[in-house]
């Protein structure tokens, strides 16, 4: 149990680093000061890409993302998500919004 406070604490820190890095992206919402948990929330209307869409373009790409409903798209750090991994997941919608398509 201590140890694992520690590793959620982690967690919610790789959620912001997320939640900031994608606000700086064009087309996507998201208030970096709501992520106060392990989990990030951000809507994608504006990059005229369904949840679907952009959730099988993730996936091809390796990265699991769930669409909440048709605007939202949902993405949650874990202990076993790395710093790099958060990072390479930012380059990777960065490669999507850019129109650089793999299916």
């Known amino acids: 149990l201590e140890d694992s406070l520690k590793v959620l604490i982690e967690d919610h820190a ?24 392990n989990i990030v929330i951000f809507d994608i209307a504006a990059t005229e890409m369904t949840t679907a869409q952009f959730s099988a373009e993730l996936k091809s790409r390796g990265v699991l ?7 939202e798209m949902r993405m949650v750090t874990h202990y076993d998500v790395s710093r790099e991994q958060i990072e390479r997941t930012l380059q990777i919608v960065r490669e999507i919004l850019k129109g650089e398509s793999r299916i």
Request: glycine letters at 10%; proline letters at 3%; hydrophobic letters at 40%.
């Open 65 to 71: 993302a769930n669409g909440v409903n048709a605007r």
């Open 14 to 37: 790789k959620a912001r680093r997320l939640a900031e890095g994608l606000a700086e992206l064009r087309g996507v919402k998201i208030d970096p000061e709501r992520a106060q948990t």
